[in-house]
């Protein structure tokens, strides 16, 4: 009666289930090209690659308009009839501001960590990438090798020695994006910044070096530092980032701390707005110099209260 119960245990999807071959398997994989509606497409889950509606963005929607989609996205089926973008998140962008419904694609067969090394090696051939779509992009190709390894890792910078040859996922990884192993940690220690210091990574307003030491801080004392830069309009040196970590790691980063070592003065730092609060250096106009704000807040509060002075004479007739 066991054996009748294991057997009926077994779920095949069809007749053609109990022949399957390794060939007709391997079909299964093989890319086939079709047009497919870009409503049954999903993006790909946490994908490191930023899709803005930029200038550049625009061209190739003029170009996909006038020439045609010269490269198919690359997209994996999924078990509910949709598919999931491998590679092509720009393009399925383009194709959704042109009003165009369906889009070339080259439908393949992939696992999960299969798609992710396919998606992130495809994205690092592009001719600019942001610090922080190589930050996540290192990072899940890195996760997805070490789990492909064998032996799947809960920290994400271990490596494991691949199955195939001797040298670690890590090393594996730098010769293969063309990046030293100690880049290739940075990088991914990036993933640990909270978001508004990871935007000035991108936008070059705080070095690497700087950005891995604030990485190791909590997200409330990488907070605190982030409103310190805005304040002093400026951002922390490599050395000032060293100073801090060492507080940090001895239980004593707060925000006192991170304030003082921000007011130091620096060869790169602008001048400083006389007021912590931004509201008030934002109601300024650009116009008035640094250090005619003081005068220039004094003069209007006077002129403020003159005015309420004389409404309230006003009413007092």
Same mark, same amino acid.
Not at 173 to 181: F, H, I, K, N, T
């Given at each position: 009666? !066991?054996?009748?119960?294991?057997?009926?245990?077994?779920?095949?999807?069809?007749?053609?289930?109990?022949?399957?071959?390794?060939?007709?398997?391997?079909?299964?994989?093989?890319?086939?090209?079709?047009?497919?509606?870009?409503?049954?497409?999903?993006?790909?889950?946490?994908?490191?690659?930023?899709?803005?509606?930029?200038?550049?963005?625009?061209?190739?929607?003029?170009?996909?308009?006038?020439?045609?989609?010269?490269?198919?996205?690359?997209?994996?089926?999924?078990?509910?009839?949709?598919?999931?973008?491998?590679?092509?998140?720009?393009?399925?962008?383009?194709?959704?501001?042109?009003?165009?419904?369906?889009?070339?694609?080259?439908?393949?067969?992939?696992?999960?960590?299969? !798609?992710?090394?396919?998606?992130?090696?495809?994205?690092?051939?592009?001719?600019?990438?942001?610090?922080?779509?190589?930050?996540?992009?290192?990072?899940?190709?890195?996760?997805?090798?070490?789990?492909?390894?064998?032996?799947?890792?809960?920290?994400?910078?271990?490596?494991?020695?691949?199955?195939?040859?001797?040298?670690?996922?890590?090393?594996?990884?730098?010769?293969?994006?063309?990046?030293?192993?100690?880049?290739?940690?940075?990088?991914?220690?990036?993933?640990?910044?909270?978001?508004?210091?990871?935007?000035?990574?991108?936008?070059?307003?705080?070095?690497?070096?700087?950005?891995?030491?604030?990485?190791?801080?909590?997200?409330?004392?990488?907070?605190?530092?982030?409103?310190?830069?805005?304040?002093?309009?400026?951002?922390?040196?490599? !050395?000032?980032?060293?100073?801090?970590?060492?507080?940090?790691?001895?239980?004593?980063?707060?925000?006192?701390?991170?304030?003082?070592?921000?007011?130091?003065?620096?060869?790169?730092?602008?001048?400083?707005?006389?007021?912590?609060?931004?509201?008030?250096?934002?109601?300024?106009?650009?116009?008035?110099?640094?250090?005619?704000?003081?005068?220039?807040?004094?003069? !209007?509060?006077?002129?403020?209260?003159?005015?309420?002075?004389?409404?309230?004479?006003?009413?007092?007739?």
């Amino acid at each position: 009666m !066991a054996k009748q119960d294991s057997v009926s245990k077994v779920h095949l999807n069809s007749f053609d289930d109990l022949f399957e071959t390794d060939e007709s398997r391997e079909d299964l994989k093989r890319e086939r090209l079709m047009e497919i509606p870009i409503s049954l497409i999903h993006d790909f889950p946490d994908h490191p690659y930023k899709v803005k509606d930029d200038e550049n963005m625009f061209e190739l929607v003029e170009s996909i308009k006038t020439r045609g989609l010269i490269q198919p996205v690359l997209v994996r089926p999924l078990d509910d009839g949709t598919y999931e973008m491998v590679s092509g998140h720009r393009r399925k962008r383009a194709f959704e501001l042109a009003n165009i419904e369906k889009i070339p694609a080259r439908v393949q067969e992939l696992t999960m960590d299969e !798609a992710i090394l396919s998606m992130v090696d495809s994205n690092l051939q592009r001719d600019e990438i942001l610090p922080s779509e190589k930050a996540f992009a290192f990072k899940m190709r890195l996760e997805a090798m070490n789990r492909q390894a064998g032996r799947p890792k809960k920290e994400n910078l271990t490596p494991v020695e691949s199955n195939s040859s001797k040298l670690r996922t890590n090393e594996i990884l730098a010769e293969e994006v063309g990046e030293s192993r100690e880049q290739i940690r940075r990088y991914i220690r990036l993933t640990n910044l909270i978001p508004e210091l990871l935007d000035l990574v991108d936008e070059k307003q705080i070095a690497m070096r700087p950005a891995v030491e604030i990485s190791y801080f909590t997200p409330e004392a990488q907070m605190w530092l982030f409103e310190a830069i805005e304040f002093a309009d400026a951002t922390p040196s490599h !050395a000032q980032t060293l100073r801090m970590r060492k507080f940090a790691e001895q239980g004593r980063l707060s925000k006192d701390v991170i304030d003082t070592i921000m007011d130091e003065e620096k060869p790169n730092q602008k001048e400083k707005s006389p007021f912590r609060d931004n509201r008030i250096s934002k109601a300024i106009p650009a116009s008035v110099p640094k250090e005619k704000q003081c005068e220039y807040v004094l003069k !209007a509060i006077d002129y403020y209260n003159r005015v309420q002075q004389r409404r309230r004479e006003r009413e007092a007739r």
